[in-house]
């Protein structure tokens, strides 16, 4: 079964910086492609960034772009969110997500597990 775990959310200022985290466990990890997603209170939850298989190809929200950066780490079975910049408005619950194959896609369609969210809190 695959299980996937976020970590290194937290309060930050408006300008500041975190990296999230997420690792995931039950099948092999260099295969699949991986998301970023985030939900703010009342809103739909939403795309933030996606990696392939390999780590070649990412994508990105455009009020993320210059600002957010995705990678992983297959040796160590992560997949990481550095987020600079920050804003209020990136103030949400950030989830990682997993497809079943090794290509990007920039909806939720398609991304088969998540983990459980991890709070990311913007203070202006």
């Known amino acids: 079964q695959v299980h996937l775990v976020e970590s290194g959310g937290g309060l930050v200022q408006a300008g500041g910086s975190l990296r999230l985290s997420c690792v995931a466990s039950?099948?092999?990890?260099?295969?699949?492609?991986m998301g970023w997603f985030r939900q703010a209170p009342g809103k739909e939850r939403e795309f933030v960034a996606a990696?392939?298989?390999?780590?070649?190809?990412?994508s990105y929200e455009d009020s993320v772009k210059g600002r957010f950066t995705i990678s992983r780490d297959n040796a160590r079975n992560t997949v990481y969110l550095r987020m600079n910049s920050l804003k209020p408005e990136d103030t949400a619950a950030y989830y990682c997500?997993?497809?079943?194959?090794?290509?990007?896609?920039?909806?939720?369609?398609?991304?088969?597990?998540w983990g459980q969210g991890t709070q990311v809190t913007v203070s202006s």
């Open positions: 997500a997993q497809r079943n194959n090794g290509g990007i896609k920039l909806n939720e369609e398609g991304y088969y597990y």
């Open positions: 039950g099948r092999t990890f260099s295969n699949y492609a």
């Open positions: 990696i392939s298989w390999s780590g070649e190809m990412t």
